[in-house]
């Protein structure tokens, strides 16, 4: 460890001082000056055309400033909110994405869809305005299950079979082969549950128009401003880029859900230059339940072909992936190259087959939500494996170690297209059964049963592919802009640093971890080091915060830009102490004249720079403030062990999470106690899908659980404490060796839990979440599906 | 109507409509932004604020419910330099990531801790959180600064 | 929420004498069902009468045998208390900590929820409800869904339970929103044996079939020989009315093996 501030020390954050003490600046704690307030009128129906919208009575409401429809918008040439990732089905041809007007014109398509905005000099005014549009609908019946939704009514004239496309990736025939020599076949069919993101900041946005020199400003919680200035102004044509400017201050959360780009910052920065006032509105919770993108929603039928040594042959994956209404930002990568991709999990299984068929139904949009595809992904792998050990009767621990890829094997060529680095699977294996003290578990399990109850125990091994992305691949596959980061390290006069990140922390840590960064590499003091981001007037063009991709993409930047400092720093240093340039060295804040004991430091060097009296000025620029974009040469593979042990009581079917270890290779870390914290964040959503979270719509396309009444959000009281540890197999190819952490507990737990409930029950499967009622059902089944032996038992 | 109120220990009277909330007064009249508003069916916690001495959801409370009544938030409780012990217990423990829970988680644990007498184990800090939603955390180091501020108290 | 106007009375007839002026008025208690319901605008009166003003309204006394608590008593408070604990027991696992300092029993009895909690102390411990009007047996309060006995403008001054030999409340709290899915009081008061069911329901009532099975014979095993007829049982994504029928069982079990 180089110092307590510096990489690998469990700095305390920056951040901390405004959040503790309410100092923090939320987008809803932002006011402008004689602002207006606006309100969505949201569709009733899950499916309906729209005759007639009458807004006379919400123009002519006390306190109200405008009404606005979907036709007015469209007559100032306000563009559909794009998906910006090309996905192309089977047959070659382009995904078929419907139009997507901001604010509906002719039909809505989910229930919760805006048709028209009303903006009131109070809110009060304005939800008064709200509830006196009038809009002419001609219901519709709701196309709702998406096991049916192919066969169902069409929902978009374009849409036919209310298909995105049909994709599939990996070798069909080898596959097909690999089952045709299979000693046993695995099979499991699973619904993964849709999930709603709920991030305890409601999503808000307050926009502005300086009419006398045309610009706009968009203040709104988004995780990556700069792609919603860019989709903003290419795509709906709110205005030119650089008459432009987002800014995402602090942001309460986003866990995927505010990445994308929505119809309610494009209708609020649109109508601020309308009514030329600023325009501010904030969602209620029962709105974002309905309106921020929902997460996972898959039906998939999965089947592992088997050796008689219990060697993975072949993998079969056939999901449906619900889009809800329309495409939104990300949505088509997400069930296939977030998912697809990562079929081999961490074993050497030759030949995968997967098959995604991305339907529209009448619910909300489904987009990326924490771990975006590869929960979803190991999901499937790690049902498939338990389920395996089970009928095979292999312990599951030792199922997993027969077909690990071997740390002898990296880089190591999947056949789903990705190439992993590094990785020591086993090893982390090993620090989870001993934490877990997996040799107990027979008599724990005797111990609970004595007691009534019902113990189990479930692994899940998984693997993601993070640290998005390798540019040109990323584009080669789809992607619609490059992804890689910029960083920007200005040294100030006097030797302290800011550093501008087009990165964006919504609970991250970056203005503490980016600085622990420039502390270790220039030797300048932690409190010396200011990170600022979030605003595109202040970065560079860059892709922002999603996939775990801070550290090992935007780190890298700055890693960069810090290379080039200190390069700078070396000539100006060797110009002050008459040495040359070659000779210079440079460590702890200081550049010494090798073998030497001529030295000069970081400070004086800076000063000189910028008050360039003995400075080489005919060789080099003044100033010192460097700037690097980087660009990935491949993703991150961060993998890691998860073990779940939990007590159900059969009599009321509640599962009790006894224990919980995850034991995950994030590479080299920087700040232990912020990646155990993103740990632990992740876990919890990760055990939310599988015992609690329920995004549920009845079969008219009602949204059941549409708040915190019915969704159930994970609770203190829900969870366990958990035990976290980590193994490090530096990632070989960024700078820090760094793989990123933000989405790992949420892509491992999952499986775990459930492969832990059904292990308790002794049956095949339990269907998500594992809710009581779903779970006393079950146990009435008990003991009807094979166990697996396991060690200690 | 006008109400008068005492909030982190200074009279303030605000002219406030029939339906404002507590906080409404808190973070329109009075700018104390501290206090979030994370839902509308009073269970996110996000807007705890102490009222005579109890942890109370200021987003439930009409104005003139609070009407003489002794309110603190959080930025009533502690500043950067003189931080309250939970507000420190926070911090050390990393209980927090992005903020937006934070007020009121702290307001709520502060209640709970003074009311419990020294005698919070896990479980039952774990009990007393019901009330608030992270979403963030996991709630594993929330529970850890709680009985860490127990413990320093 | 809509434009209304809020009034602080000092005095029971003031409240009422506002109400009577009221063009549609609502009293406000701890305001923890009721200022939710405006905020989203499922309300719309016209004048919100707040009983919070009213002196006299708060507080468990115990009179011979009788625990009267009065109708703006919080939960909290009713939590602390030490005279029934089966009640006490019943009150703090109600909601979350900053409901339970400020709902009230008047409040949760007055809205009659059937997910509530209170209802079934009020017709398991043989309750009286006492309004401005009347005194109401707890068996007569409840009539149905959101329903109550009290008529417009009747003010729930206390409520009024006997203590019993033994009482215990089993909660099967809804995952999500933390009310009673099913909630069972069972007490015995020497020979008598109430069993109160709240969440099942409408509303909260009396298991006729289990009382009369433990008065016969009063342990756990006695409750696996009633059929729970769940026919009329409430049913959501949460739990179907089977599933609840289920419950009705288990918790009356636990609740007898507490006491037993
Ligand atoms: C997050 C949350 C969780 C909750 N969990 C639970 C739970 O687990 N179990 C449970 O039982 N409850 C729960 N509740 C409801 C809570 O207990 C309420 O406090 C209670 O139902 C209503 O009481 P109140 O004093 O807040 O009444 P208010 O909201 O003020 O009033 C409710 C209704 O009763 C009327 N009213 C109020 N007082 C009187 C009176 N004295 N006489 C006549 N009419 C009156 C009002 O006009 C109104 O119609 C929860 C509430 C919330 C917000
Ligand atoms: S804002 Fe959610 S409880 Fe008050
Ligand atoms: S820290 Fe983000 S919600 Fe708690």
């Known amino acids: 460890m180089a110092s307590e501030t510096g990489i690998g020390a469990s700095v305390k954050r920056k951040e901390d001082a405004r959040f503790i003490t309410g100092a923090g600046n939320y987008t809803d704690d932002i006011n402008a000056a004689g602002q207006t307030y606006m309100v969505f009128v949201r569709s009733p129906y899950a499916r309906a055309k729209i005759n007639g919208i009458d807004t006379a009575d919400a123009a002519a409401t006390d306190g109200v400033v405008a009404v606005f429809t979907g036709a007015d918008l469209a007559a100032d040439e306000i563009g559909d909110l794009p998906c910006g990732w090309m996905v192309k089905s089977k047959d070659g041809s382009d995904m078929v994405a419907p139009p997507h007007p901001p604010i509906a014109t002719h039909a809505v398509n989910y229930v919760g869809e805006p048709y028209a905005v009303v903006i009131g000099e109070t809110l009060e005014a304005a939800r008064n305005g709200a509830e006196a549009v009038d809009a002419d609908f001609e219901e519709l019946p709701a196309v709702v299950d998406l096991s049916t939704a192919a066969s169902a009514d069409q929902i978009h004239e374009s849409v036919p079979n209310n298909q995105a496309y049909d994709w599939e990736l990996g070798d069909k025939a080898a596959t097909d082969a690999a089952f045709d020599s299979a000693h046993h076949v695995a099979t499991v069919d699973i619904v993964n549950n849709r999930l709603i993101p709920n991030a305890i900041e409601p999503r808000a946005a307050l926009g502005e128009y300086d009419a006398a020199a045309g610009t706009y400003t968009l203040h709104t919680t988004s995780q990556n401003p700069h792609l919603e200035r860019l989709v903003l102004a290419a795509f709906v044509n709110v205005a030119p880029e650089a008459r432009l400017r987002v800014i995402s201050p602090d942001v309460g959360g986003g866990f995927g859900s505010k990445i994308f780009v929505y119809a309610e910052e494009t209708a609020v920065i649109w109508a601020a230059g309308k009514v030329r006032r600023p325009v501010k509105w904030r969602a209620e919770r029962s709105e974002s339940f309905l309106a921020d993108c929902h997460g996972r929603d898959h039906v998939t039928t999965a089947q592992l072909a088997l050796g008689e040594d219990g060697r993975f042959l072949g993998l079969r994956v056939k999901t449906k992936a619900n889009m809800g209404a329309y495409l939104s930002t990300f949505a088509s990568s997400v069930p296939t190259y977030l998912y697809g991709t990562l079929m081999a999990g961490q074993y050497t299984t030759p030949a995968i087959y997967v098959e995604v068929q991305s339907l529209y139904t009448n619910t909300a949009p489904v987009d990326a939500y924490r771990g975006a595809g590869r929960p979803e992904a190991t999901y499937v792998v790690e049902r498939c494996v338990e389920t395996a050990a089970r009928e095979m009767g292999i312990d599951p621990a030792e199922i997993r170690r027969r077909n690990f890829i071997q740390p002898g094997d990296f880089p190591y060529d999947t056949p789903v297209a990705l190439t992993y680095d590094t990785g020591d699977y086993e090893a982390s294996l090993d620090k989870a059964l001993e934490h877990i003290d997996y040799g107990g578990f027979g008599a724990r399990r005797a111990a609970s049963e004595s007691a009534g109850k019902k113990r189990g125990i479930g692994f899940s091994c998984y693997i993601e592919a993070c640290g998005l992305a390798p540019s040109q691949v990323a584009i080669s596959l789809g992607a619609g802009v490059g992804l890689f980061e910029v960083g920007e390290v200005r040294v100030d006069v006097t030797g302290s640093v800011t550093v501008v990140t087009g990165s964006h922390s919504h609970g991250q840590s970056h203005e503490t971890t980016f600085a622990q960064i420039i502390s270790d590499k220039l030797g300048v003091p932690f409190e010396n080091v200011t990170v600022l981001h979030g605003d595109t007037g202040r970065s560079d063009y860059a892709l922002g915060t999603y996939g775990s991709r801070s550290l090992a993409v935007g780190g890298s930047a700055i890693i960069k830009a810090t290379d080039k400092i200190i390069a700078k720093g070396k000539k100006i240093a060797a110009h002050m102490l008459e040495a040359e340039e070659d000779q210079m060295e440079f460590a702890d804040g200081t550049f010494t004249v090798a073998d030497s004991n001529q030295s000069i430091t970081f400070g004086e060097v800076a000063f000189s720079a910028y008050v360039p009296q003995n400075f080489p000025l005919e060789d080099l620029e003044p100033g010192l403030s460097e700037k690097a974009f980087y660009d990935p040469p491949n993703f991150t593979y961060p993998a890691g062990a998860h073990i779940c042990e939990v007590e159900v009581d059969p009599d009321t079917g509640v599962v009790d999470i006894v224990d919980f270890v995850a034991v995950d290779d994030f590479g080299h870390v920087v700040n232990p106690m912020i990646v155990e914290g993103q740990v632990h964040g992740g876990l919890a959503q990760g055990i939310g899908q599988a015992l609690l979270e329920h995004g549920v719509y009845d079969d008219a396309g009602q949204l059941v659980s549409g708040s915190y009444m019915d969704y159930t959000m994970p609770r203190a009281d829900d969870l366990p404490s958990f035990t976290v540890d980590t193994t490090v197999t530096p990632c070989t190819h960024n700078p820090l060796g760094v793989k990123g952490c933000g989405e790992a507990g949420a892509i491992g737990s999952t499986a775990a839990v459930m492969n832990a409930v059904t292990d308790a029950l002794g049956v095949a499967s339990v269907s998500m979440p594992a809710t009581p009622e779903t779970v006393w059902r079950a146990a009435s089944a008990c003991g009807e599906a094979p166990k697996a032996p396991k060690e200690g038992e | ?153 | 929420m809509y434009q209304f106007n809020y009034h602080r009375p000092s005095t029971l007839d003031e409240a009422r004498s506002l109400m009577a002026g009221a063009e549609d008025g609502v009293y406000l208690s701890g305001g923890m069902t009721l200022i939710p319901t405006l905020k989203q605008r499922l309300a719309s009166p016209s004048d919100v009468i707040d009983l919070g003003a009213i002196p006299g309204l708060t507080g468990v006394t115990v009179n011979d045998g009788t625990v009267s608590v009065g109708g703006m008593t919080r939960h909290s408070e009713v939590a602390a208390s030490e005279a029934i604990p089966a009640l006490a027991d019943l009150a703090s696992r109600i909601g979350d900590a900053h409901v339970r300092n400020r709902g009230t029993i008047g409040g949760s009895i007055a809205n009659s929820d059937p997910a509530a909690d209170y209802p079934a102390a009020v017709v398991a411990l043989g309750a009286t409800v006492h309004t401005t009007n009347r005194s109401i047996a707890g068996s007569d309060y409840f009539t149905g869904l959101f329903e109550t006995a009290l008529h417009d403008g009747e003010i729930v001054t206390s409520v009024d339970f006997c203590v019993p030999d033994a009482a215990a409340y089993e909660k099967f709290p809804n995952p999500a929103s933390r009310y009673a899915v099913v909630g069972v009081m069972v007490a015995r008061c020497g020979d008598c044996i109430c069993v109160g069911v709240t969440g099942a329901g409408a509303c909260a009532f009396r298991a006729t079939a289990l009382e009369e099975a433990l008065a016969a014979d009063f342990s756990p095993g006695a409750v696996d020989g009633v059929g729970i007829d769940h026919s009329e049982y409430n049913s959501d994504i949460h739990a179907s009315a089977e599933f609840r029928g289920h419950l009705v069982g288990v918790l009356t079990k636990r609740a007898v093996a507490t006491i037993a």
């Open chain 2, 1 to 153: 109507m006008e109400i008068t109120l005492t909030v982190n220990g200074a009279a303030k009277t605000v002219d406030v409509a029939d339906n404002a909330l507590l906080v409404d007064v808190l973070r329109e009249s009075l700018g104390l932004t501290g206090t979030h508003v994370g839902c509308d069916t009073s269970q996110c916690g996000a807007c705890v604020v102490h009222m005579n001495g109890d942890a109370v959801k200021s987003c439930t409370v009409l104005a003139g419910q609070a009407n003489g009544a002794d309110v603190t938030t959080i930025e009533g409780i502690g500043n950067p330099d003189d931080l309250h012990p939970m507000q420190e217990a926070f911090r050390d423990n990393h209980a927090l990531q992005c903020g937006f829970c934070t007020p009121g988680m702290i307001m709520s644990a502060i209640d709970l801790v003074q009311k419990g007498g020294g005698a919070l184990d896990e479980a039952a800090v774990r009990d007393g959180l019901e009330g608030n939603l992270c979403r963030c955390t996991g709630y594993h180091n929330i529970v850890k600064a709680v009985l860490a501020a127990q413990s320093s108290t």
